[in-house]
């Protein structure tokens, strides 16, 4: 078993040593061993033994139409060479509840440099990221969680000293950040991150979503506030606040794709134990190839092979017909503590049951230039199905921005013929362009004139990709205005910021949708809207019988039809029954499991310590614990069970110095694809074309225009290619060496039987 076995890399091609002993052993039969040896020596000297994407040292090519699949070239004195190379493998295993996902990213250092590679990549918002390893030649070395400037200290100093260092940090709890120091020309770096995140489900469909690509953020200016000084020297002076002081830590370069042919090719391996009898299973955005061992497991692979980092990739399934389960329940035992994860899923009212209410419902649909091309179809399509789910007797508006904003109406208006004409012309309309002022936005939907006798149920529907950099600030606002209003967030999109959609839900009481196609519009839609119409499971309480529990979430939200309600508890002794009561409209329902008859799950724990984290956060936000407070609390509970979270990171430096003194380290910050279906123009803004063509630029935003930041390279036009792992070590003094040993043997093997023959 070889080093990159032990650690689970799978899945990829290699050529070597073994394969060239076959092939010698299949070649040189008894009676051509002479012709056998001589071909197999001039074989050893071409035939390279070392894995495919691997090299002595840093190519020089000497055109752009030379380069390799998912690389970026230097202008160079002798014509072009290849930076740095990222590509990545995933590996997920689904157990029942949980999936253990392995994420390697393969850094290959193509230039003459020494080189700090950075890279920014998205995760699950609910995944547990809890291990990072480095693999340097035949060395592993395995991360420590650290708080977050302690960790960020260990890796400068580091690479100062030329030691090999790997650093993971958490930008976002969907954005994380790798830099990788001091890669020598001609070396591979692997860095392998794993996490554990929950199966979502919602109806009968289970899902688990793989996000592959950071689309740009738009960062609002910074705010600058300034007064005259006193002429005493007791003035005032100037102060500045920006609503992302991380601007830099999030934003990456980015390709465009009219220059340049895709980068960083991945591959994705889904191993699907759903614990029940399978029935439809399917990928909703990547053609796929499926293995079935047995009825309730898959084995799903990429048809294509590598694909291009540019769509998240999700995988759907349901229970064969009648097997679909409506309650779970599993447990792990770490140290000295029991931890749980229950699902139960409250039963839907009949239409004889229910009693709708009339509803006014504002949408609001961002058309910023993040949203122009498929996604901008996908919005205005999903739109035009909710307005034709309006009822007579409901109320609605609509709301548009990018870095402006409009209503449609004053205030919300009777949902009849000649108003929703009136909205459909205006959405049919619309067109992408400008930044993403979304705060304003909210904050206008969240408004409430109040209806006097409160009749009526108030809905926000709010349509975005979602793509900005200040999060907080619209948290903050739905914490602060949401009044009576619950929030119902619609991505749209290949790579929608899930993080802001899943809290900003949670905040405002509602869910989060996703469309990825317009093929989804109506099937998520009709999905959504049986969560507006029908009541919801409201008062939600837990109690334990014989158990002391510390349950996540700690404000248990309301649950929408389909939709079950997930708990995590750590336990001292898992014991007696846990029961769940609430109001299925206005009727009363409860249910009551038995904790000893709880499956065996894998890592409940981490999910139990990540969703406290997230409770911590939620209750800084909604002022129910100070920052003090809430910091204290998700530190301890990082530094307990090895998370990464925005105060710990995880940091793994190589005992063995690498970079000669002297030698200089230069930074490669590895650029992104732009997201699928997305127009570069509308989100940079229409260039000139300038002589030497653009490959890679940084979105930032001022006073509501984008801001470019151009870095010049020849466009790659290469398509993309398989991964396959590399290795740092290179065999050339060992190939030749086998040539020539077994040239002399092919040429002994053919002078002997002359020399036999003239005796005789």
């Not at 609002?220 to 007791?234: H, I, K, T, W």
């Not at 709301?399 to 929703?420: G, K, Q, W, Y």
């Not at 405002?508 to 996703?514: A, K, L």
Request: hydrophobic letters at 40%.
């Amino acid at each position: 078993m070889s080093l990159y076995d032990d650690i689970r890399i799978e899945g990829v091609a290699w050529s070597g040593g073994r394969a060239l002993k076959r092939m010698a052993a299949a070649m040189v039969p008894p009676l051509f061993g002479a012709c056998g040896a001589l071909l197999l020596g001039f074989a050893a000297l071409f035939v390279d033994l070392r894995p495919v994407w691997s090299a002595e040292s840093p190519v020089t090519i000497t055109s752009p139409n030379e380069a390799r699949s998912g690389a970026l070239l230097l202008k160079t004195g002798d014509g072009y060479t290849e930076a740095t190379r990222l590509g990545i493998d995933v590996d997920v295993t689904v157990s029942g509840p949980t999936a253990r996902a392995r994420v390697t990213q393969i850094f290959r250092n193509e230039s003459k440099d020494w080189v700090e590679a950075t890279y920014v990549y998205p995760l699950p918002e609910g995944g547990a990221v809890d291990t990072l390893k480095m693999v340097v030649g035949d060395r592993v070395v395995v991360g420590e969680i650290k708080e977050r400037q302690q960790a960020r200290v260990i890796y400068e100093q580091a690479k100062r000293s030329g030691h090999k260092a790997a650093l993971t940090e958490q930008q976002r709890p969907n954005i994380f950040t790798n830099a990788v120091a001091n890669i020598g020309p001609g070396e591979t770096v692997l860095v392998q991150i794993e996490y554990q995140e929950p199966v979502h489900q919602s109806g009968d469909t289970f899902s688990l979503r793989v996000p592959l690509v950071v689309g740009p953020r738009y960062n609002p200016a910074p705010v600058v506030q300034s007064v005259d000084l006193r002429s005493d020297g007791g003035g005032w002076g100037a102060a500045t606040t920006d609503p992302v002081p991380d601007r830099d830590k999030i934003a990456a370069p980015v390709l465009d794709p009219a220059d340049h042919a895709p980068v960083n090719p991945t591959q994705i391996t889904v191993r699907l134990q759903a614990g029940f009898p399978l029935g439809e299973v399917k990928s909703s955005f990547h053609a796929v190839n499926m293995e079935a061992p047995n009825a309730s497991t898959r084995i799903v692979r990429l048809a294509e092979g590598a694909v291009p980092a540019d769509r998240d990739f999700e995988l759907t399934w349901k229970a064969a017909p009648g097997k679909t389960p409506s309650v779970g329940l599993f447990r792990e035992h770490v140290g000295d503590s029991d931890y749980m994860l229950a699902f139960v899923t409250p039963p839907a009212l009949s239409e004889a049951e229910q009693k709708p209410r009339p509803r006014e419902v504002v949408f609001v649909i961002d058309n910023s230039g993040s949203m122009g091309g498929t996604s901008i179809a996908q919005a205005k399509a999903s739109l035009i199905y909710a307005l034709g789910r309006l009822q007579p007797n409901d109320r609605f508006n609509v709301i548009r921005f990018d870095n402006t904003m409009s209503l449609l109406f004053p205030d919300c208006v009777p949902a009849d013929a000649e108003h929703l004409d009136r909205a459909r012309s205006f959405v049919g309309a619309l067109e992408a362009q400008g930044g993403t002022e979304m705060v304003p936005a909210m904050q206008a939907a969240l408004h409430d004139g109040g209806v006097s006798d409160n009749s009526y149920v108030r809905q926000v529907v709010f349509l975005t990709d979602g793509a900005i950099g200040n999060e907080q600030q619209l948290f903050d606002t739905i914490a602060a205005m949401r009044g009576r209003s619950r929030v119902f967030m619609v991505g749209i999109g290949s790579a929608p910021n899930t993080f802001l959609m899943t809290r900003a839900a949670e905040l405002g009481r509602g869910t989060f949708t996703h469309i990825g196609s317009v093929d989804q519009v109506e099937e998520r839609m009709r999905g959504l809207f049986a969560k507006l119409e029908n009541p919801a499971v409201t008062g939600l309480s837990v109690t334990f019988s014989d158990a002391k529990a510390d349950l996540t979430p700690a404000i248990l939200p309301d649950v929408y039809r389909g939709e079950p309600l997930v708990l995590a508890a750590k336990l001292g002794q898992l014991k007696g029954d846990m029961e769940i009561k609430g109001k299925v409209g206005d009727r009363p329902w409860s249910v009551k499991l038995p904790l000893a008859s709880a499956a065996e799950g894998k890592g409940l724990s981490k999910l139990w310590a990540r969703r406290k984290i997230a409770d911590a956060e939620v209750a800084r936000t909604v002022g129910k614990a100070t920052p003090d407070a809430a910091d204290k609390t998700i530190l301890a509970l990082a530094l307990e069970h090895h998370l990464v979270t925005r105060l710990t990171s995880l940091v793994a430096v190589d005992a063995t110095p690498s970079r000669p003194d002297g030698e200089p380290l230069k930074l490669a910050d590895l650029p992104l694809n732009l997201p699928a279906g997305w127009d570069f123009a509308k989100v940079f803004g229409e260039q000139p074309k300038p002589l030497a063509p653009p490959s890679e630029r940084r979105a930032d935003a001022s006073d509501g225009h984008v801001q470019l930041g151009l870095r010049k390279h020849p466009p790659v036009v290469a398509p993309a290619s398989p991964i396959v792992l590399p290795k740092t070590a290179t065999d050339a003094e060992l190939k030749l060496l086998a040539g020539a040993a077994l040239l002399m043997l092919a040429l002994m093997m053919m002078v002997i039987p002359r020399r036999r023959l003239a005796v005789r």
